[in-house]
């Protein structure tokens, strides 16, 4: 008995040394991310409005399944909808492009001449946009038979993501159902606070994918002539500030995205190519990429969705946040469709529906030059807009709604679409009244241009 004690003491010996061993080499070594973290974490690191805490989960790879389901179809030679929803930076605009009528004279800021020549014509919007190149590129590479894809353009110069949730049955489903949709709005949305923006986007995203759930959303995050190429920097800062509540949108929802401003300011392009990425002299708010701005975009666009379509992935940033209930639906009451709620009215034909706006071309305005012809309508839903046509419109104009009047001597030429009301009933039918109350500029004969009323919540 004693020997076997002799022999069994020194074993509890060396257990008792090896217990503690043992129970730390059984713990998680948090102070190193695991291999899949580490290489998941992008090699360009995106603008962060403020330093993340040191306990921010680090990017990591996200199936997006929707992009490999977007391949499939295409492998499968069914027709491909290809969509883009934005503003005029999707259109295509440049400095030096806003019409055959106008010249631009003058010196870019690094000293050349200011050739407009440079810039294409508004009736060939493919040539060198973003949005063009990047059509061409997934047409060229993942099309499998001829007329497979076709292009659903609903970008509009001017507008912002609460636009484009109203429009987007009738300039987006009313082409054909998306199978891969691009939403550009980062630099239109400046000045909309983070619960409208995200409103608004959670307003596009479910009902395009209650419309095809297999649909490939992808976010393009515009950016803005860098700090030192213009006179007022702090605009720079406010089109970031934009860019970065669309960015963690993102980033909560699993939408891969863009970040342009990385592509620009963040990338190994030398001063003098940053500084060519857009024209026109420094007093120029610079949002609009010269035609080697536009490469330098659609290349980043590219290189992002050969890296979905490749892997079926996206590494997104953590992003944490309370999501805010989806603003609703609209539809847009065109304004040739109400001719006679305006007696002596007629229909013209948007002086921009040639160019790069081609969902402006399937309606017309309600145009009169009448200065006293009243314009009544009624309407069942919860909340009106008006959509104005400022470039054929010289007046200022009282707006009722179930005779109250909302607007007196109203005239806003700096934005297309102005809500006159909302809040409504929506069980009962509304009324609205736009009464003429003269020419804004006395100069000039009187004019209304209506391209047409949007109604929230709309039922015949």
């Known amino acids: 008995m004693k020997s076997r004690l002799r022999f069994i003491s020194p074993l509890l010996a060396v257990l008792m040394l090896l217990l503690p061993i043992l129970g730390c080499s059984s713990k998680i070594n948090t102070s190193q991310p695991t291999e899949a973290a580490a290489t998941a974490v992008n090699t360009k690191q995106p603008i962060q409005a403020s330093s993340a805490p040191t306990d921010t989960p680090s990017p990591i790879?996200?199936?997006?399944?929707?992009?490999?389901?977007?391949?499939?179809?295409?492998?499968?030679?069914?027709?491909?909808?290809?969509?883009f929803l934005g503003g005029s930076i999707t259109a295509g605009a440049s400095y030096a492009n806003w019409g055959t009528a106008n010249t631009f004279t003058g010196t870019n800021i690094d000293g050349t001449p200011i050739d407009t020549t440079k810039y294409w014509s508004y009736t060939d919007d493919m040539r060198d946009s973003w949005r063009g190149r990047v059509y061409n590129w997934l047409k060229t590479t993942y099309q499998t038979k001829d007329n497979q894809f076709k292009q659903i353009n609903a970008a509009i110069g001017g507008t912002n993501s609460e636009f484009g949730a109203l429009r987007l049955d009738d300039h987006v489903f009313s082409q054909g159902i998306p199978d891969i949709i691009f939403i550009e709005f980062a630099v239109n949305d400046n000045g909309r606070s983070e619960t409208q923006v995200m409103q608004n986007y959670e307003s596009i995203v479910n009902r395009v994918k209650a419309k095809n759930p297999d649909c490939a959303i992808f976010i393009a995050l515009s950016t803005s002539r860098q700090k030192s190429d213009i006179t007022n920097p702090a605009s720079y800062d406010v089109f970031i500030k934009s860019a970065l509540i669309a960015k963690k949108y993102a980033d909560f929802k699993k939408i891969p995205y863009a970040n342009i401003d990385n592509a620009y300011y963040h990338s190994d392009l030398t001063d003098a190519q940053k500084t060519a990425l857009y024209y026109g002299p420094k007093t120029d708010a610079g949002v609009h990429p010269s035609p080697y701005g536009y490469e330098v975009y659609a290349n980043e666009v590219e290189r992002?969705?050969?890296?979905?379509?490749?892997?079926?992935?996206?590494?997104?940033?953590?992003?944490?946040?309370?999501?805010?209930?989806?603003?609703?639906?609209?539809?847009?009451?065109?304004?040739?469709?109400?001719?006679?709620?305006?007696?002596?009215?007629?229909?013209?034909?948007?002086?921009?529906?040639?160019?790069?706006?081609?969902?402006?071309?399937?309606?017309?305005?309600?145009?009169?030059?009448?200065?006293?012809?009243?314009?009544?309508?009624?309407?069942?839903?919860?909340?009106?807009?008006?959509?104005?046509?400022?470039?054929?419109?010289?007046?200022?104009?009282?707006?009722?709604?179930?005779?109250?009047?909302?607007?007196?001597?109203?005239?806003?030429?700096?934005?297309?679409?102005?809500?006159?009301?909302?809040?409504?009933?929506?069980?009962?039918?509304?009324?609205?009244?736009?009464?003429?109350k003269g020419a804004n500029d006395t100069t000039k004969p009187y004019s209304f241009g209506l391209r047409g009323l949007i109604v929230e919540n709309y039922t015949a």
């Open 304 to 436: 992002v969705l050969t890296s979905c379509f490749s892997t079926a992935s996206f590494t997104f940033d953590y992003a944490s946040l309370t999501l805010p209930a989806a603003s609703p639906a609209g539809k847009i009451i065109f304004g040739d469709s109400i001719l006679s709620a305006l007696p002596g009215s007629t229909a013209l034909a948007l002086a921009d529906d040639i160019r790069q706006h081609k969902c402006l071309s399937y309606h017309k305005m309600l145009y009169t030059t009448s200065a006293t012809a009243e314009l009544n309508y009624t309407f069942n839903g919860t909340a009106l807009w008006l959509w104005m046509d400022w470039g054929n419109s010289n007046c200022k104009i009282d707006v009722y709604v179930d005779d109250i009047i909302i607007l007196t001597n109203w005239c806003d030429t700096g934005s297309q679409t102005k809500l006159v009301k909302n809040l409504l009933q929506a069980d009962k039918p509304h009324k609205v009244r736009i009464v003429p």
């Open 61 to 83: 790879s996200t199936p997006v399944l929707e992009y490999q389901k977007f391949l499939d179809k295409a492998k499968s030679g069914e027709p491909i909808n290809v969509a």
